[in-house]
Nanobody, 120 residues
Framework: QVQLVESGGGLVQPGGSLRLSCAASGSIFSIYTMGWYRQAPGKQRELVAVIRISGRTYYADSVKGRFPISRDNPKNTVYLQMNSLKPEDTAVYYC??????????????WGQGTQVTVSS
């Protein structure tokens, strides 16, 4: 079974930065486009950033220009650098499989996620 382990969240003030990491087990990384999803309290999970194996990226308008996504294929890890954070970025962040163009296409299992809280 594929395992996805997210880390790097925390409490940060508005305007601050965090770097999230997601380590994936198995062969998932060699074949899948990966994405970062987030779920805020009382809201549906949304896909905010996607990266193809080639490195091409896609972003939701809400994070474009602030949250660059990257991946290290030999390390089976995907990153989300979160800059200029806003209170509305507060959510639990998850990584999972995705499709180009911000298409929601996760595997049927999720990691525990990492909590990001933006507050003064």
């Amino acid at each position: 079974q594929v395992q996805l382990v997210e880390s790097g969240g925390g409490l940060v003030q508005p305007g601050g930065s965090l770097r999230l990491s997601c380590a994936a087990s198995g062969s998932i990384f060699s074949i899948y486009t990966m994405g970062w999803y987030r779920q805020a309290p009382g809201k549906q999970r949304e896909l905010v950033a996607v990266i193809r194996i080639s490195g091409r990226t896609y972003y939701a308008d809400s994070v474009k220009g602030r949250f660059p996504i990257s991946r290290d294929n030999p390390k089976n890890t995907v990153y989300l650098q979160m800059n200029s954070l806003k209170p509305e970025d507060t959510a639990v962040y998850y990584c999972n499989k995705a499709q180009s163009g911000l298409v929601y296409d996760p595997l049927p299992y999720w990691g525990q996620g990492t909590q990001v809280t933006v507050s003064s």
